[in-house]
DNA sequence: TTATTTGTAATTTTTGTTATTACATCTATT
DNA sequence: AATAGATGTAATAACAAAAATTACAAATAA
């Protein structure tokens, strides 16, 4: 299969809004060229992210807004938008349930790799967007630092 | 970003081994009927696994062992054989270079991202074999009790 | 030396992801 | 109110990674 990259897309859409809202129009082809996607794409992840209560939007209009502030946006608050119920680690339901290991796996595995799951989700709950704006916008500033410094 | 059902099915084998070795003849064939998958798949992963140090096997013989005790694999131990670097969160490498945002996101996640995925797997490092074998049985025993009473 | 099995490579099949096409619906402007 | 430009969504095609299958050399054990 092919594997997805719309929970990094997400993080990257909300911040794009966010530091790029009132400098130009947001509109899903605009955010597409930032992401390198299709527009549909990105109104199908906004969907998603405006159902999970993350932004706002307006049908026809090319202006939609975080919903809450950054610090109040955590990486979970994206994950569970755009992933669900989806589990992090995937457990194969297709074993014989008549051997011993075949048929007692799953429900083994599904405590244990829950228990890895939540440590990751709740690490993934105490960084905001504002880090990763932050971080962003510091990484930028080094950039045009160090290119200036070339050009001289 | 996800992860297949390898890491499930490497797990299963090696408890396999456990429980049954001296039951019945090990071949890739007998283990790939428990987890319901191809002989091929069963030697891959083994492979995996021997490569790892985790498991010995002889070339030819239908007799593979566990190279450490169980309190001594962890599901971390079999993670890293099975997903050796591969990320438990992807990132889109393939995002606009020329935007603030599409320049510093995958620079900006990485970090974030191996927070949350060495929470994980410090949760799996936490998790032995043999809890996972000590579970099986425990359910497996759960089973074979209320299969007698609804017989009775 | 023969039957059985492991170890691997190469190829095909399967399946989830992304891209594309199409279009109804809404907004804003004239 | 008519038009241009946008969103929201469904349906379909194209794509890419995983799993299954096929094939066979090399090792073991009888």
Same sequence: chains 1, 2.
Avoid at 41 to 53: D, F, N, Q, T, W
Avoid at 91 to 96: R, S, V
Avoid at 100 to 121: F, H, M, P, S
Wanted: some cysteine.
């Amino acid at each position: 299969m092919k594997i997805s990259t719309r929970f990094s897309d997400a993080i990257h859409l909300l911040a794009f809004i966010h530091i790029y809202k009132g400098q130009i129009p947001l509109s899903s082809e605009t955010i597409a060229g930032s992401i390198e996607t299709s527009p549909v794409m990105v109104r199908k992840l906004m969907g998603e992210l405006r159902r999970a209560g993350l932004i706002e939007t307006t049908h026809g209009t090319p202006d939609p807004k975080l919903a809450k502030a950054t610090d109040d946006i955590s990486l979970l608050d994206v994950y569970l938008a755009i992933e669900k119920e989806k589990p992090l680690f995937q457990i194969d339901y297709k074993t014989n349930p008549d051997c011993i290991v075949g048929g007692n796996i799953q429900e083994t595995l599904k405590e244990y790799y829950n228990q890895a799951e939540v440590a990751a989700k709740a690490k993934l709950n105490s960084i905001k967007l504002s880090d990763v704006i932050d971080t962003i916008l510091v990484k930028q500033k080094e950039k045009d630092a160090f290119k200036r410094e070339i050009e001289q």
